[in-house]
């Protein structure tokens, strides 16, 4: 094949084939849409087709929904032995590690993002899946036998039944197990609908965990493009034979997801979006590293993280050394460019229209009183003009209430804001109506947590970003509009579970 993918084409011919046509799961069987109709997906790095995949239709949600909730009720899996389920999501997490290189090239391919990381997310999908495998052999409910001699009480945790897993593109493979983890640890069946920006990965992911014995039926997946994307999803939202909707995405389709499960009162998870403060202290313990984490947790996946550290708030004290070290380390360290060379740090957007919301955000910055102080725009780089690239920007002096001090912007863009002392953080930190992530960074132990209990998100990093090396076990969700419910650690599983009382009268 011809084209700036060459290098992955030649280590990973069975993913570059030109032209992969994939098939989607429905029951017993990998097939296409039932009216035939397909859809293309396209690198967002070359604009070459990568693959096609069926644009599934009403029909084809109502025969997966069907085939989960008789696969349910069958009992295959949700009666099936704790440790047959564990067994096979160790087997998966085995086979995603056996096919990394497949995966990664997939997920360069269909997110544009950069190899290195496109590696660690495959590495990140399995240790989700094992740890899930560990909860399974550990699912208990409760006794109660002291409370009176004639009677005991039975606390029982069962499957939820079948879950509607719907998820986005920025973490495509690592997002749908943090939802089919502990789904299948459950016993629950699932109906999985991808972005159609990333179908690939869910269709990889569903043939691993097929291959590694996971029952017909279990797992089901249907793709479909564009607005047919949102038709799907609210079919599920609809379906009475869906008892529970896991949802990942943007706070606006939240909404649309909760007010349509409530037609059935479906539970509901929602993992929506941030605007997560990252609060630098003068006595950060030691400014590089503070530099170095406000850098990463802003460009990370070129910003389309949903925790990203998007609003830095910085002591007026350390200010202007600690922005110029943030805007030097930004130009020296990020390098834009074809996301399959191990060079490349700073890929793509996922799509033109991420591109175009991101670009419209660049021009609010620019005249909402905020200081540009590096980026701003498209990159000038010929080679780079058929990819969604923007340049890594930062605005600094941004006021509290701008546009791009609120709203979402999931693009390389970071405001920069700057405070006088812990009070003034703590409200800066506050004034947003999300609530996901945030992080201080501080030497005074008192201040951290003061902060820490003040800050109303569901994750607080004291001297890090993105994570301290504790990550499966720690609950992860949002307050306010960031979402409801917890995704990882136990109570990530006890979503995926329903609470029974039974109550025995001895004779
Ligand atoms: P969207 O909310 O547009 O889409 C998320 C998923 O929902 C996709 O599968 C999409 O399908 C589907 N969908 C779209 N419309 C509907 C609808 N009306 N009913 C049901 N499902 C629907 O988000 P993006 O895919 O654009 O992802 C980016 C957003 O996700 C960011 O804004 C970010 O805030 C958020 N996010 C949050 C995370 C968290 O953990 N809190 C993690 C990652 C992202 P299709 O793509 O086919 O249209």
């Known amino acids: 094949?011809?084209?700036?993918?060459?290098?992955?084409?030649?280590?990973?011919?069975?993913?570059?084939?030109?032209?992969?046509?994939?098939?989607?799961?429905?029951?017993?069987?990998?097939?296409d849409a039932a009216d035939g109709r397909t859809f293309e997906r396209r690198s967002p790095y070359s604009g070459e087709v990568i693959a096609t995949y069926p644009e599934a239709g009403l029909a084809d949600v109502e025969r997966a929904a069907a085939d989960a909730r008789k696969t349910f009720e069958d009992g295959r899996w949700s009666g099936a032995p704790a440790k047959v389920r564990a067994a096979i999501l160790r087997k998966t997490a085995d086979v995603l590690r056996a096919r990394l290189d497949d995966f990664a090239a997939n997920l360069v391919a269909e997110v544009g993002k950069p190899i290195s990381a496109a590696k660690g997310e495959v590495q990140g999908a399995a240790e989700v899946l094992e740890y899930y495998a560990a909860l399974a052999l550990d699912l208990h409910g409760e006794a109660y036998s002291a409370q009176a001699a004639d009677a005991l009480g039975l606390v029982l945790r069962e499957p939820v039944g079948v879950v509607g897993v719907i998820i986005p593109w920025n973490f495509p493979l690592v997002l749908a197990c943090w939802?089919?983890?502990?789904?299948?640890?459950?016993?629950?069946?699932?109906?999985?609908?991808?972005?159609?920006?990333t179908s690939g990965s869910a269709?990889?992911?569903?043939?691993?965990?097929?291959?590694?014995?996971?029952?017909?039926?279990?797992?089901n997946v249907v793709t479909g493009e564009a607005e047919n994307g949102a038709v799907i999803g609210q079919a599920l939202c609809q379906s009475p034979l869906v008892d529970k909707i896991a949802f990942t995405g943007s706070t606006a389709t939240g909404k649309k997801v909760m007010q349509t499960c409530a037609q059935t009162l479906k539970r509901v998870s929602l993992e929506l979006g941030g605007k997560s403060p990252n609060v630098v202290f003068a006595d950060a313990p030691a400014i590089d590293a503070a530099v170095a984490g406000a850098f990463f947790g802003i460009f990370m996946n070129a910003g389309q993280v949903c925790q990203a550290g998007s609003r830095l708030l910085v002591q007026r004290s350390i200010h202007a050394e600690f922005v110029d070290k943030l805007v030097a380390m930004t130009r020296g360290k990020l390098r834009l460019g074809d996301p399959a060379q191990p060079s490349t740090t700073l890929?793509?957007?996922?799509?033109?229209?991420?591109?175009?919301?991101?670009?419209?955000?660049?021009?609010?910055?620019?005249?909402?009183?905020?200081?540009?102080?590096?980026?701003?725009?498209r990159p000038a780089d010929p080679a780079l003009a058929r990819g969604h690239f923007v340049e890594p920007t930062i605005f600094?002096?941004?006021?509290?209430?701008?546009?791009?001090?609120?709203?979402?912007?999931?693009?390389?863009?970071?405001?920069v804001l700057p405070f006088e002392d812990e009070a003034d953080?703590?409200?800066?930190?506050?004034?947003?109506?999300?609530?996901?992530?945030?992080?201080?960074?501080?030497?005074?132990?008192?201040?951290?947590?003061?902060?820490?209990?003040?800050?109303?998100?569901g994750t607080v990093w004291v001297n890090a970003y993105h994570g301290t090396g504790v990550a499966n076990q720690m609950p992860y969700g949002g307050y306010r509009q960031s979402g409801i419910g917890r995704e990882l650690g136990r109570a990530g599983l006890d979503e995926y579970l329903e609470t029974k009382s039974v109550q025995i009268k001895l004779g």
């Open 425 to 457: 953080a703590l409200r800066l930190a506050n004034h947003t109506t999300y609530g996901l992530a945030a992080a201080i960074w501080t030497r005074d132990l008192n201040v951290a947590v003061r902060l820490a209990k003040g800050i109303r998100a």
């Open 396 to 415: 600094d002096a941004v006021p509290a209430d701008a546009t791009i001090a609120q709203e979402e912007i999931f693009g390389p863009v970071l405001s």
């Open 1 to 31: 094949m011809s084209g700036p993918h060459e290098a992955l084409a030649d280590a990973w011919p069975c993913i570059f084939r030109p032209m992969r046509r994939e098939q989607m799961l429905i029951g017993q069987a990998y097939t």
């Open 203 to 219: 269709i990889l992911l569903a043939r691993a965990l097929s291959d590694s014995g996971l029952p017909p039926g279990v797992l």
């Open 179 to 197: 939802k089919l983890g502990p789904a299948l640890a459950a016993g629950c069946t699932v109906v999985l609908k991808p972005s159609h920006w």
């Open 347 to 377: 890929g793509p957007l996922v799509s033109e229209p991420q591109l175009r919301r991101v670009v419209g955000y660049l021009d609010q910055g620019k005249s909402c009183g905020a200081v540009l102080k590096t980026g701003g725009g």
